[in-house]
């Protein structure tokens, strides 16, 4: 048994306006490895300790913004499991056929009320890269980092409305655990969701418009590769929003910035390991700032309201 | 679903031989927190991140070693579940009553072939510590971590004989997965196993007598504290066996030393990810030294020999 | 020769309006040895690697802000060389005898036209402290540094008027170089001067106020002890103004925040190694913000307004 | 006046017995950058942080070891006292003419007795490398470090007889203090000596045999990239002598490792900012393994046998 059903985020889906800048902000200065450009012009990326083949997806659109976000499950047996789930829950269940994307399997896709296309897939083909894991005698790295040295995605935070009613379907569909909340006179502002030992695989904050991205996430090994990365970013120009900092909630130590699309990119470091007995970390409204900026204390204009 | 079943090493219970100078070493030197001591001598220790009330117990012995490690489970389904299927694999489970430590609740023991007491429990106490992890508002930390700044116990490695049978009775029992092995033409030298999404929880290596520790760790946050973790040990004349160094296997950067007893403690940082659908990582004979110590290239003398 | 005349920064000496919560602040925040208390009041620190008696004396006054800044120079030849060259100059040199500070030999003190009481002296008694370094067979440190574990004074920045002639006398009396300066169109906005390899010992930016101190700053072993000063700051709340980030200028990478009174307090880390077959540094006025915030890269409100 | 005479270690040259794997040893694992190569073969190579042209030579020969050390001065006026004094205290001084290497000035040249060639220079060339500092608005770095990110040659410890002579000689004739030595009943067996802050520019270790090199150093940002420097080291199998770990002496963190003709290298981080007056800090026999590997607390065999 162990880890059951969803294992990790799997796949992020993100619409660029240029494609050329874009692969320039996510493979020279992120570090995420090339893997190629499918027939319908998407791009497909992954992070150097990332063992399957893919696990960005870049899609030029007219509009930033995220696709879809998928997570990936350890069998079939579990995404139908979860199929069935969302369906007695009342959700409709869309199927994306094997192939969709190279090298990825059959996938379920479902709307969850803030507005996102959530989506669970169990089988994806291991890289052949060079650049992956090895499993023999490996060596930490083959290829030496570059970039930032995003060692993978690791989680995204999405902004939409009713997101008491998503929490629920990823608690009671999904089997997602609540490690943190901010609760505020208004209602919960935000939540903080894993299936892991992570203190976060995905996440999901109040907000009148649906479908929105606040930040994708790239995980970095230490806080000083996060201040590498900080270096980095002023080297190339990237639009940097806040950090070198920290977050109280999952106690991450990160920088916000932003890609040229506009889509905001977190890189980090750090943060607890989860255990499902441990007691909920709950944030009120006097507190939400050190919550989210634990440096700041507060939390800046753009954290609420620039989304994409 | 979830993490199901264990959730991760909860108990380690030492023997040491002399309990003051014992006690300053994982207190003032390792940096865990003194809980209390129990009628019968025994002393009960926590790492400044840990939820529950301790996860170290010193017993004073003639003798060094480890009585036993426990692991902690989701609930007591969860180890009645293991209870049958140790006893249907043909193993004896003993009864060890709440309430033998104070703060824990009920517990099961059984003997693997490689002579070790491993118990499974499902409760025990939140920690009512000033020290402890905070769950309105949080801290980073409430009080500041001392010393080495252990933030957690974190696993052991055990020696013994015919551990492949002992990888079986993890796996098939209690859903363990073996992240990493080496295997030699004299067959397999060490498991590294885990019940989590941590590279190990537990490892054993292949040693003809039985019962033996070879560590037992703790989880500091990074390089740098393993560097000031060496610091210490240098200022208070703790006596070091290898390290700062790194571990191939895991990827752990590291340092053993030793108790006053002569139990060999571990501090790490860092360390993969891992996730059951990644491919195991096998080392084979010409590798091994670079597998343990992946900047020394080659075991020392102390690692197949001192064990207590 | 090797490093004649001036050595380095010996004494900062600091109103304060509260002298027990300034006291808690700069020995359990920044981790200063309290040295002792003087007859008249005034409180004497130190940095737990710095060899002599004291570097930083607290004041209470009615006001925040800097009494003098005072630098050691390598003998009393050199003090007087000094003060001939700032008479020749048309200075006005004047005199405290030893023993106005306990354990310093007499100083000469003058007024440049930033409206800043410059002090220079040449003798110090050595700490006593077990807590000083050690000669013989040293270890790193004898006592765990605390806090946030601050190593030594090492430098302030002061604000007010007439800066060029200010770099003037600092250069042509005292020896001094500019590694870096701030040139804009409406004449020098800043000067980092040295006596040394460091980057800077003392800097200047222009300000119609004289006398004004912009900060005090202290130095930190590398950037994971800025990141920890940062968790220090936000547990025991202490004002911050801005960091964890990095100075373009100098490549400090630093944070800048307010003891009880106001007075601003950098702790840092990093920096090169200056010589002075250097190129100076020049930045400009569209690249300022860069400059002082690297990361950022652009000044915030405080950086120019904010003084004691 | 501040820092005069000498300002730093400026060139290294070193015997190499084959070319092309010491270029790629030095440029692709070490990360200085290939300046270019002379008529005669020699290659030279600087950190991606000097200003100037070049600090490292290598010179093709049959035999590995160090053809001179040479350090920069401020100015030729410099050198010309530097070289009375030389010729005062009964040394031979030979001419050295300018462009014997591109881009740098006259140079004088003398053997002190532990038989090393030690040469002074005031004019080098500075880098015209995109890769080199800037001075206008200038980035922390240009072109990113790689391999090991060495930022520049720091210093050498040489090996060889009547090292007290030479202390008096670097220390009369050149200006250069002693921060630290290692005394033992049978004498001086190591003096750690600079003519800067830095802990040390060089260092020479009492040895029958003259002429020897035990190792040249290159310094690196901190532990982090200590760290990271051996993850290279394994990856490309470079053989390691000890480390990471730290020298009490200086307290730099450390490595040891070869380079492919047997010339040990050094990369290391931290030390201390050493004036003049601090007190010496000395070692005894007793304490010589712990001042010289700090957590190994002795030496290795290598340590005291193993020179080119």
């Not at 995905?202 to 970095?220: D, Q, T």
Request: charged residues 25%; hydrophobic residues 35%; proline residues 6%.
């Amino acid at each position: 048994m162990s880890q059951e059903g969803l294992l990790r985020p799997g796949i992020a889906q993100l619409r660029v306006l240029d494609m050329e800048e874009s692969v320039r902000h996510y493979v020279e200065y992120i570090g995420l490895e090339l893997v190629g450009t499918g027939d319908d012009g998407r791009v497909y990326l992954r992070g150097y300790d990332e063992f399957h083949r893919h696990s960005v997806v870049l899609r030029e659109a007219d509009e930033a913004g995220i696709d879809f976000f998928a997570f990936k499950a350890d069998n079939q047996k579990s995404v139908d499991r979860f199929r069935k789930n969302l369906e007695a829950y009342g959700l409709e269940v869309r199927d994306i056929p094997a192939g969709e994307q190279p090298g990825v399997g059959a996938r379920i896709s479902f709307t969850v009320p803030t507005g996102h296309d959530i989506q669970i897939f169990a089988e994806m083909e291991l890289s052949d890269s060079p650049n992956a894991p090895e499993t023999k005698n490996p060596y930490i790295w083959n290829v030496e980092p570059k970039g930032m040295r995003a060692q993978r995605m690791d989680h995204c935070l999405l902004y939409g409305p009713d997101i008491n009613e998503v929490e629920k379907i990823f608690t009671e569909c999904l089997d997602f655990q609540t490690p943190e909340r901010v609760e505020t006179p208004d209602g919960t502002l935000g939540i903080w969701m894993t299936v892991s030992n992570k203190a976060h695989d995905i996440a999901f904050v109040n907000h009148p418009e649906p479908g929105k991205l606040h930040h994708l996430a790239f995980f970095l090994e230490n806080w000083s590769d996060v201040g590498h990365a900080a270096d980095i970013m002023t080297r190339y120009d990237i639009s940097r929003d806040v950090g070198p900092t920290r977050h109280g909630i999952t106690r991450g130590q990160t920088i916000y910035f932003f890609d040229p699309s506009g889509n905001r990119n977190e890189v980090f470091a750090g943060g607890y390991t989860y255990y499902k007995d441990q007691p909920p970390r709950v944030w009120d409204h006097n507190n939400v700032g050190r919550g989210i900026f634990y440096y700041e204390r507060q939390l800046n204009e753009a954290f609420l309201s620039v989304v994409t």
